[in-house]
């Protein structure tokens, strides 16, 4: 796959729906990612809120293939799995490290809910808006 072309889809998936683009670097060799989405597949709640306000574009590495072209254009991974935020207009807002999301050795719901939310077209929305009305006042 071209994860350059994956991307470009997304972006125009988002802007027809007014979500924003959560990019997610792993592969199936990497058990956290495994993990992550066995925790998004028994928490439909989360699962739901992730795909309401967000198209995902998972973008695998491997020893055999790393994607080496299209990582260079993102901010260095630490970890995986590893996420990104990038609005409809492809302006990066976020680079996440996942470990942020858990609470002891599993992923945490409530914390995944407030991170969603957090970084969803909505909430930047209102906070753009609000960095407007005090810059101008």
Same mark, same amino acid.
């Given at each position: 796959?071209d +994860?350059? #072309?994956?991307?470009t889809?997304? *972006?125009?998936?988002?802007k027809?729906?007014?979500?924003?683009? &959560?990019i =997610? *670097?792993?592969?199936n060799?990497c058990?956290w990612?495994?993990?992550?989405?066995?925790f998004l597949?028994k928490?439909p709640?989360?699962?739901?809120? &992730?795909?309401? %306000? !967000?198209?995902?574009?998972?973008i695998s590495?491997s020893?055999?293939n790393e994607?080496?072209d299209?990582?260079?254009? /993102? +901010?260095p991974?630490?970890? !995986? +799995?590893?996420m !990104?935020?990038?609005?409809a207009?492809? #302006?990066?807002?976020?680079? #996440?490290?996942?470990?942020?999301? &858990?609470?002891g050795?599993? !992923?945490? #719901?409530?914390?995944? &809910?407030?991170?969603?939310?957090?970084?969803s077209?909505?909430? *930047?929305? @209102? %906070?753009?808006? /609000?960095? @407007?009305?005090?810059?101008v =006042?």
């Open positions: 796959r +994860p350059f #072309k994956d991307a889809a997304a *972006i125009d998936l988002a027809e729906t007014n979500r924003q683009v &959560l =997610e *670097i792993g592969g060799w058990s990612c495994q993990k992550m989405d066995s597949t928490n709640d989360v699962y739901e809120a &992730l795909h309401s %306000q !967000y198209v995902l574009l998972k590495v020893d055999s994607n080496n299209f990582m260079k254009s /993102l +901010p991974v630490l970890g !995986y +799995p590893h !990104y935020i990038s609005t207009q492809g #302006k990066m807002i976020l680079s #996440k490290d996942t470990a942020e999301l &858990l609470d050795n599993d !992923y945490s #719901k409530s914390q995944w &809910l407030n991170f969603l939310t957090e970084w077209v909505s909430t *930047i929305s @209102t %906070q753009t808006k /609000l960095a @407007t009305m005090i810059s =006042e």
